[in-house]
């Protein structure tokens, strides 16, 4: 692939999920200024090419709609599915926010029916209060979490690659991980510069609560630079998420 576009179906997984609206849908707010400091039921509507609140959504890893929330210096990252009302409305429960400006991430597909795709809309929200922003940590190639030792054993370039991580414990391959939104990892990432969403998936098929040590990624992120990964992952019915700043060339 060298030297050449992205493969077919790539630039869709590309898209860096900045934009509040995309193909006529549209992510509207109706929290617009969340507190500082406690936990908020953030509410928000999707509107369709009509104008009217999307009600229909297909599901897709196991939930209708995915949902994130990270601060501009990519601290006080959030997965959360949140519940529809009938009318479209949908709430989050938003665990406490620092003060600072906050993207926040709707990942769904609408129930078009045939040439349904992913789309991934965001919108920054101010909460108030004084932020005071934190560094990002320097690129590494391995992390901790919960006792679990998450090491890359390839580092991705921008555009489609693959990203290797594997899984350890007490310098032990793990390899009881259990299916977490029908997968065995689940990978987040947000661009140092501009908060670009990149969202993978492992390629390794799922069979019970077998999963590890390696996961293979295809790992598409749509810039060169620093990236924050939020690697989330499930052994014996608990969740957790390794973090990491990964250097895209
Ligand atoms: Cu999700």
């Avoid at 510069?193 to 390794?204: E, F, G, I, V």
């Avoid at 939020?230 to 973090?243: V, Y």
Wanted: overall charge negative; proline content about 8%.
């Amino acid at each position: 692939m060298a030297g050449t576009a992205h493969p077919a179906g790539a630039s869709q997984g590309l898209a860096r999920g900045l934009a509040a609206e995309r193909d006529g849908y549209r992510l509207n707010l109706v929290t617009c200024s969340p507190p500082a400091g406690r936990p908020t039921a953030f509410r928000f509507t999707v509107t369709g090419p009509g104008g009217s609140p999307v009600t229909d959504f297909a599901v897709h890893q196991t939930k209708k709609l995915h949902f994130y929330a990270i601060r501009s210096d990519l601290t006080g990252f959030q997965h959360l599915h949140p519940d529809m009302a009938d009318d479209g409305t949908w709430t989050a429960d938003l665990a406490a926010l620092a003060p600072g400006t906050w993207r926040l991430y709707a990942d769904f597909i609408p129930n078009t029916g045939a040439r349904a795709t992913e789309l991934v809309l965001s919108r920054t929200v101010t909460v108030p209060g004084e932020a005071v922003p934190v560094p990002l940590p320097a690129p590494s190639d391995s992390t901790t979490v919960d006792g679990y030792t998450v090491t890359l054993q390839a580092r991705p370039m921008a555009g489609a690659h693959q990203l290797v991580a594997t899984i350890g414990q007490d310098g032990r391959p793990v390899t009881d991980l259990q299916p977490y939104l029908d997968s065995y990892a689940h990978l987040s990432a947000f661009h140092e510069s501009d908060q670009a969403l990149a969202h993978l998936h492992p390629a390794n098929p799922v069979n019970g609560d077998h999963g590890g040590p390696t996961l293979t990624f295809q790992a598409l992120f749509a810039e060169p630079g620093d990236w924050r990964v939020h690697l989330q992952f499930q052994t014996a019915g608990k969740l957790h998420t390794a973090e990491f700043t990964l250097h895209v060339d």
